[in-house]
């Protein structure tokens, strides 16, 4: 699949590849699998049957790290993982040579610009803190977040280019008016998810027939009607 995919791409864009896994061996065969195929970068998760210490997440990303020369960024995502990492070990992690980013979930309390703030002084000059949740996305950018880890631009590339600009612009009232025609999306996603909406969005786009790998479940043909709506408000 990856192969695949660099293939289609064909240099013009860089691709980072996801190597998240039980095990940090696995983990590891799938970063330099990456790394020879191609890959410009890797995203990993702390994925684990049993919940991770810190310093057993810390150990998990240092050995990961250190096993090709492509940069890394940290996935941040306790909703699935049930890990949440601390600041201090955020420190850690980004401290190693190749680890160049996170990507963070929308914070359960508090503010980005908080949270943004905190975080600066505790992670080297240059270090990518980005953003995941679509819908809070723009926000993140006005706040000075260096990153989106968009779902919506795998579909809407050009129409999250343009969101993404207005914002990283500064440009509060533009980034207004132009998210207004993603607001049936978001509320989708917020609904049901991103993984599910996305597939049910590009099947009704005609862009494939793949369906959600079980045992997540397609959406329900009740959702038909707010889908089609949110596709047509993003290509008015």
């Not at 020879?36 to 919940?51: F, K, M, R």
């Not at 995941?132 to 977040?145: E, F, K, Q, V």
Request: net charge negative; glycine share 8%.
């Amino acid at each position: 699949m990856l192969e695949t995919a660099l293939e289609i791409v064909g240099g013009r864009v860089p691709v980072v590849v996801g190597i998240g896994a039980l095990r940090t061996g696995d983990a590891i065969a799938l970063a330099r699998h990456a790394a020879g195929a191609g890959a410009a970068g890797l995203l990993l998760a702390p994925v684990s049957y049993t919940p991770l210490t810190e310093d057993e997440a810390f150990a998990h990303y240092a050995a990961v790290a250190e096993a090709t020369a492509l940069p890394l960024c940290i996935y941040n995502n306790p909703s699935t993982t049930r890990f949440t990492f601390s600041r201090q070990l955020l420190a850690r992690i980004a401290a190693l040579p190749q680890v160049e980013a996170v990507k963070m979930p929308l914070p359960a309390s508090g503010t980005i610009a908080e949270e943004i703030a905190a975080l600066r002084p505790t992670l080297p000059e240059g270090f990518v803190i980005g953003y995941s949740g679509d819908w809070g996305c723009s926000r993140a950018l006005l706040d000075h977040a260096d990153a989106w880890f968009s779902v919506a631009a795998g579909l809407w590339p050009d129409s999250t280019l343009t969101l993404s600009c207005a914002a990283q612009a500064g440009d509060a009232a533009g980034t207004a008016s132009t998210e207004e025609r993603f607001r049936p999306l978001w509320q989708l996603f917020q609904r049901h998810g991103s993984l599910r909406v996305a597939h049910a969005c590009a099947n009704l786009m005609g862009l494939t027939e793949a369906q959600p790998q079980r045992p997540i479940l397609p959406l329900p043909d009740s959702e038909a009607p707010a889908l089609r709506a949110a596709i047509a408000a993003m290509d008015a």
